[in-house]
C-alpha cells in the first residue's frame, strides 16, 4: 500500500511542477477565450486597461511558482 501512495503523491508533484511551469514560462496573457468570455475583443480591453497584460503576466508567475513549489517534495 505505501509503494502505490508513494507513486501517487510522486505523479501529483510532477503534475503540479508541470502545471506552474506552464504558468511561468508558456501562458500568455490574456488569452482570446479571456476577451471572449466578457465579449469584447484584447484590444478593446488593452485600450481601456492599458497595464492589463503586463500585471497579469507577473500574476501568472506568482500562480505558477506557488502551483510548482506546492509539487516539489519536502526538506
Not at 501562458?27 to 471572449?36: F, G, I, K, S, V
Amino acid at each position: 500500500m505505501k509503494s502505490i501512495a508513494v507513486w501517487l503523491l510522486t505523479i501529483c508533484g510532477i503534475s503540479l511542477v508541470g502545471t506552474g511551469g506552464f504558468f511561468v514560462l508558456a501562458r500568455p496573457a490574456p488569452l482570446p477565450e479571456d476577451a471572449q468570455f466578457v465579449s469584447s475583443t484584447t484590444e478593446e480591453i488593452s485600450h481601456a486597461v492599458p497595464g492589463l497584460g503586463p500585471w497579469l503576466t507577473r500574476v501568472f508567475w506568482v500562480l505558477g511558482g506557488y502551483v510548482a513549489t506546492t509539487g516539489l517534495p519536502e526538506g
